[in-house]
Protein backbone atom coordinates (compact mmCIF):
# COMPACT_ATOMS: atom_id res chain seq x y z
CA UNK A 1 0.00 0.00 0.00
CA UNK A 2 1.43 3.06 -1.13
CA UNK A 3 2.15 5.52 1.83
CA UNK A 4 0.65 9.28 1.53
CA UNK A 5 3.40 11.63 1.04
CA UNK A 6 2.97 14.93 3.33
CA UNK A 7 5.05 17.92 2.09
CA UNK A 8 3.96 21.36 3.93
CA UNK A 9 3.87 23.14 0.75
CA UNK A 10 2.16 26.53 1.96
CA UNK A 11 4.42 26.73 5.23
CA UNK A 12 7.59 26.80 2.21
CA UNK A 13 5.54 28.86 -0.02
CA UNK A 14 4.50 31.38 3.03
CA UNK A 15 8.46 30.98 4.64
CA UNK A 16 9.89 31.17 1.37
CA UNK A 17 7.51 34.50 0.03
CA UNK A 18 8.69 36.24 3.30
CA UNK A 19 12.40 35.31 3.29
CA UNK A 20 12.16 37.11 -0.39
CA UNK A 21 10.49 40.16 0.46
CA UNK A 22 13.18 40.89 3.29
CA UNK A 23 16.22 40.05 1.39
CA UNK A 24 14.12 42.51 -1.52
CA UNK A 25 14.17 44.85 1.47
CA UNK A 26 17.55 44.24 3.14
CA UNK A 27 19.12 44.77 -0.41
CA UNK A 28 17.46 47.90 -1.35
CA UNK A 29 18.55 49.50 1.69
CA UNK A 30 22.24 48.31 1.48
CA UNK A 31 22.55 49.49 -1.85
CA UNK A 32 20.58 53.15 -0.78
CA UNK A 33 23.18 53.14 1.83
CA UNK A 34 26.24 52.95 0.09
CA UNK A 35 28.83 55.68 -0.54
CA UNK A 36 27.53 58.07 -3.41
CA UNK A 37 29.86 57.01 -6.62
CA UNK A 38 33.04 59.21 -6.98
CA UNK A 39 32.28 62.61 -8.55
CA UNK A 40 35.91 63.70 -9.04
CA UNK A 41 35.79 63.08 -12.90
CA UNK A 42 32.32 65.35 -12.87
CA UNK A 43 32.09 68.84 -13.13
CA UNK A 44 32.49 71.16 -9.87
CA UNK A 45 31.01 73.96 -12.00
CA UNK A 46 28.90 73.93 -14.70
CA UNK A 47 30.56 72.66 -17.73
CA UNK A 48 30.24 73.44 -21.49
CA UNK A 49 29.71 70.63 -23.71
CA UNK A 50 29.81 72.47 -26.62
CA UNK A 51 27.52 73.20 -28.95
CA UNK A 52 24.90 70.94 -31.72
CA UNK A 53 23.68 72.51 -34.65
CA UNK A 54 19.79 71.11 -35.33
CA UNK A 55 17.50 71.26 -39.03
CA UNK A 56 13.93 70.97 -39.87
CA UNK A 57 11.01 73.02 -41.64
CA UNK A 58 10.35 74.86 -38.24
CA UNK A 59 12.25 75.58 -34.92
CA UNK A 60 10.80 72.60 -32.99
CA UNK A 61 12.20 70.26 -35.41
CA UNK A 62 15.10 71.52 -35.63
CA UNK A 63 15.63 70.99 -31.60
CA UNK A 64 14.24 67.86 -31.96
CA UNK A 65 17.37 66.63 -34.52
CA UNK A 66 19.79 68.92 -32.39
CA UNK A 67 18.62 66.74 -29.32
CA UNK A 68 19.50 63.65 -31.48
CA UNK A 69 23.24 65.29 -31.63
CA UNK A 70 23.54 66.32 -27.94
CA UNK A 71 22.51 62.72 -26.99
CA UNK A 72 25.38 61.43 -28.60
CA UNK A 73 27.58 64.50 -27.41
CA UNK A 74 26.54 63.90 -23.95
CA UNK A 75 26.61 59.81 -23.98
CA UNK A 76 30.91 59.88 -25.09
CA UNK A 77 31.01 62.59 -22.33
CA UNK A 78 29.84 60.55 -19.35
CA UNK A 79 30.98 56.72 -20.78
CA UNK A 80 34.21 58.73 -20.94
CA UNK A 81 34.34 60.22 -16.93
CA UNK A 82 32.30 57.17 -15.64
CA UNK A 83 32.49 54.40 -17.93
CA UNK A 84 30.40 51.75 -15.48
CA UNK A 85 27.37 54.83 -15.94
CA UNK A 86 24.18 52.30 -17.08
CA UNK A 87 21.46 55.05 -17.59
CA UNK A 88 21.62 57.13 -20.20
CA UNK A 89 19.73 60.25 -20.52
CA UNK A 90 16.54 60.80 -22.71
CA UNK A 91 15.41 63.26 -24.95
CA UNK A 92 13.27 64.31 -21.87
CA UNK A 93 16.01 65.03 -19.69
CA UNK A 94 18.32 66.72 -22.05
CA UNK A 95 15.79 69.37 -23.36
CA UNK A 96 15.04 70.20 -19.74
CA UNK A 97 18.44 70.41 -18.15
CA UNK A 98 21.10 69.68 -20.73
CA UNK A 99 20.27 71.74 -23.59
CA UNK A 100 20.23 75.09 -23.20
CA UNK A 101 17.88 78.16 -24.57
CA UNK A 102 18.09 80.48 -26.25
CA UNK A 103 18.81 79.17 -29.41
CA UNK A 104 20.42 81.64 -32.17
CA UNK A 105 19.29 80.91 -35.87
CA UNK A 106 22.04 79.71 -38.23
CA UNK A 107 22.09 79.93 -42.01
CA UNK A 108 19.17 77.60 -43.82
CA UNK A 109 19.84 75.34 -46.17
CA UNK A 110 17.65 73.83 -48.92
CA UNK A 111 17.12 69.86 -48.85
CA UNK A 112 18.36 68.52 -52.22
CA UNK A 113 15.46 66.13 -52.95
CA UNK A 114 12.30 68.60 -52.67
CA UNK A 115 14.11 72.00 -52.11
CA UNK A 116 12.29 72.85 -48.93
CA UNK A 117 14.30 75.03 -46.74
CA UNK A 118 15.14 74.57 -44.09
CA UNK A 119 16.08 75.79 -40.74
CA UNK A 120 19.02 76.03 -38.47
CA UNK A 121 19.67 76.55 -35.36
CA UNK A 122 22.27 76.18 -32.61
CA UNK A 123 21.46 75.42 -29.15
CA UNK A 124 24.65 75.16 -26.43
CA UNK A 125 25.30 72.26 -23.65
CA UNK A 126 25.87 72.46 -20.54
CA UNK A 127 25.97 70.25 -17.71
CA UNK A 128 25.75 71.23 -14.11
CA UNK A 129 26.87 69.92 -10.34
CA UNK A 130 22.95 69.29 -10.01
CA UNK A 131 22.18 67.49 -13.49
CA UNK A 132 25.69 65.25 -12.60
CA UNK A 133 24.08 64.36 -9.22
CA UNK A 134 20.89 63.64 -10.69
CA UNK A 135 22.31 61.49 -13.32
CA UNK A 136 24.01 58.98 -11.11
CA UNK A 137 21.19 59.21 -8.51
CA UNK A 138 18.83 57.72 -11.34
CA UNK A 139 21.95 55.45 -12.71
CA UNK A 140 21.52 54.08 -9.02
CA UNK A 141 17.63 54.22 -9.20
CA UNK A 142 17.78 51.98 -12.60
CA UNK A 143 20.50 49.40 -10.95
CA UNK A 144 18.21 49.02 -8.10
CA UNK A 145 15.46 48.04 -9.90
CA UNK A 146 17.43 46.05 -12.16
CA UNK A 147 18.10 43.66 -9.37
CA UNK A 148 14.96 43.60 -7.69
CA UNK A 149 13.36 42.72 -11.21
CA UNK A 150 16.14 39.56 -10.74
CA UNK A 151 15.28 38.68 -7.63
CA UNK A 152 10.93 38.46 -8.42
CA UNK A 153 12.11 36.25 -11.20
CA UNK A 154 13.99 34.40 -8.82
CA UNK A 155 11.26 34.01 -6.44
CA UNK A 156 8.41 33.46 -8.45
CA UNK A 157 10.38 30.30 -10.32
CA UNK A 158 10.84 28.89 -6.82
CA UNK A 159 7.44 29.37 -5.96
CA UNK A 160 6.36 27.70 -9.23
CA UNK A 161 8.68 24.85 -8.55
CA UNK A 162 7.74 24.23 -4.97
CA UNK A 163 3.70 24.68 -6.68
CA UNK A 164 4.39 22.02 -8.96
CA UNK A 165 6.15 19.37 -6.73
CA UNK A 166 3.06 20.12 -4.39
CA UNK A 167 1.02 19.30 -7.21
CA UNK A 168 2.42 16.35 -8.81
CA UNK A 169 2.64 14.69 -5.00
CA UNK A 170 -0.83 15.25 -4.67
CA UNK A 171 -1.99 14.08 -7.91
CA UNK A 172 0.30 11.23 -7.71
CA UNK A 173 -0.84 9.51 -4.26
CA UNK A 174 -4.26 10.34 -6.00
CA UNK A 175 -4.00 8.32 -8.58
CA UNK A 176 -1.53 5.48 -6.63
CA UNK A 177 1.20 5.74 -8.94
CA UNK A 178 -0.68 4.64 -11.83
CA UNK A 179 0.25 7.83 -13.63
CA UNK A 180 3.76 8.72 -12.49
CA UNK A 181 5.24 9.13 -15.96
CA UNK A 182 2.60 11.41 -17.25
CA UNK A 183 2.51 13.70 -14.60
CA UNK A 184 6.26 13.90 -14.76
CA UNK A 185 6.05 14.90 -18.21
CA UNK A 186 3.52 17.76 -17.60
CA UNK A 187 5.56 18.66 -14.45
CA UNK A 188 8.21 19.34 -16.77
CA UNK A 189 6.49 20.89 -19.60
CA UNK A 190 4.82 23.58 -16.65
CA UNK A 191 8.32 24.09 -15.23
CA UNK A 192 9.46 25.21 -18.99
CA UNK A 193 6.72 26.85 -19.63
CA UNK A 194 6.77 29.04 -16.81
CA UNK A 195 10.69 29.07 -17.03
CA UNK A 196 10.61 30.33 -20.46
CA UNK A 197 8.01 33.61 -19.50
CA UNK A 198 10.31 34.19 -16.31
CA UNK A 199 13.12 34.99 -18.87
CA UNK A 200 11.31 36.66 -21.40
CA UNK A 201 9.94 38.86 -18.93
CA UNK A 202 11.58 42.52 -19.08
Request: charged share 25%; hydrophobic share 40%; with cysteine.
Amino acid sequence: MRSVRKCPVYSLILALVGTGLWFQTSLAADYRQQSQPETAAGPHATRSLGTVLGWGENQQQAREHALEQARDKVSKYLHKNVPELKWKPGKEFLSKHILQDPSKRRQSKEEAAGETELQCWEWHLEISPGDWNDILWRDREARIQQRMGLLGKILAGLVALLAVVAGYIRLDDWTKGYYTAWLRLAAGGILAVVGTGLFWLP
